[in-house]
């Protein structure tokens, strides 16, 4: 391998034979994992099954734990709480063909935190979907729960119905929440300057993931040129699924009707000068402190452009003194033009 060309030639060997190991160890994790779960809902369904025909009680589970872990010291997962998470699973999911086809593509502890934080069947499946669907992360699901994303996903008021053909109707009011959780610090009373600090640089991250899947960040204060006028929008982004430019409009009030005129002007002047001829129609998003649902649907009732009108809510249970170092809409927007550059979510 002296030449160039052999080295090349190497070079490309090996790359394909690297990406075919990680395709293989990949496979393997997944199948690994699914055997674990079926495991797991096999021993919840026994233990279900044997308590009803013996009539045993609580007990039996922590003895159960206690000669498991005995005889198969090498393995985790079956303490006396992990069992009781079995048997919840094996009752609540008696189908094994859905827990096949389903939740044995989710890693176990993730089954367990929806299994501990969601009750109703339909949310949790709904859950479940997601971190399929997504991929996320154990913490970002602790977080879509916490902020009951089941509640809020698809609440926007919108006249995409009217404006957008279907299926991109359903897709872009599926895309919006209502209200959105500007939730950026989570520390208490007894947080130093640096903890504040640091919970504030975070903030645009935790921004982006409360608009959910998909937004590519265009530009904050974007300049149009409009008949010889300048304007700024707050925030563009580009959707990768819906395949449209996204404009957003923060306001720190209640909704004034006059903001969806200003939004649809946006939104024409945007599909002229920025939309692709493969482009779908833009849509907007004004984002207000507070909103009258009845206002707010005749206004956008005779709006031309695709507009959705949602809340935005800060933690309501955060000390005064902590409440009051929150980013303004202005900091917002200044940390997202610093720190994300084509970021996507």
């Not at 160039?4 to 090996?14: H, Q, R």
């Not at 021993?43 to 308590?51: A, Y």
């Not at 919006?176 to 975070?202: C, M, Q, T, W």
């Not at 006028?229 to 009707?257: A, G, M, N, W």
């Amino acid at each position: 391998m002296s030449s160039n060309l052999a080295n090349k030639d190497y070079i490309e060997f090996l790359d394909s034979l690297k990406t075919r190991v990680v395709a293989s160890r990949y496979k393997a994790a997944l199948s690994v994992n699914r055997e674990l779960i079926l495991l797991y809902h096999h021993i919840g369904s026994m233990i279900l099954k044997s308590q009803k025909i013996h009539g045993w009680g609580a007990k039996v589970i922590d003895q159960l734990s206690h000669d498991l872990r005995s005889e198969f010291p090498e393995m985790k997962g079956f303490s006396t709480r992990n069992l009781k998470y079995m048997r919840k699973f094996a009752e609540e999911y008696p189908d094994s063909e859905f827990v096949q086809q389903v939740a044995a593509q989710m890693p176990w502890f993730h089954i367990a935190t929806i299994l501990d934080g969601i009750k109703g069947k339909q949310d949790q499946i709904f859950y479940m979907k997601k971190v399929i669907e997504y991929g996320w992360s154990r913490s970002v699901l602790v977080l879509q729960i916490e902020t009951a994303l089941h509640k809020r996903e698809g609440q926007a008021v919108t006249n995409f119905q009217e404006k957008l053909p279907s299926p991109q109707s359903d897709l872009a009011l599926s895309t919006l929440k209502d209200p959105y959780i500007f939730d950026f610090l989570s520390v208490g009373k007894e947080a130093h300057e640096r903890e504040v600090e640091k919970a504030l640089v975070n903030h645009v991250e935790k921004f982006l993931l409360e608009l959910g899947d998909g937004f590519a960040f265009v530009g904050r204060q974007y300049h149009l040129d409009v008949g010889d006028q300048d304007f700024y929008i707050d925030l563009l982004f580009y959707h990768l699924k819906l395949r449209c430019f996204v404009v957003i409009e923060l306001k720190d009030r209640s909704f004034k009707p006059e903001y969806a005129g200003k939004m649809n002007f946006y939104l024409s002047a945007v599909d002229d000068t920025l939309r692709h001829e493969d482009d779908r129609p833009s849509i907007g998003l004004i984002l207000c402190r507070s909103k009258n649902n009845v206002l707010a649907e005749y206004t956008l009732r005779d709006m031309t452009k695709p507009i959705g009108l949602a809340e935005y809510k800060l933690h309501e249970i955060l000390p005064e003194d902590i409440k009051s170092s929150l980013p303004t809409i202005e900091e917002i927007e200044v940390e997202l033009s610093k720190n994300i550059k084509e970021e996507v979510v």
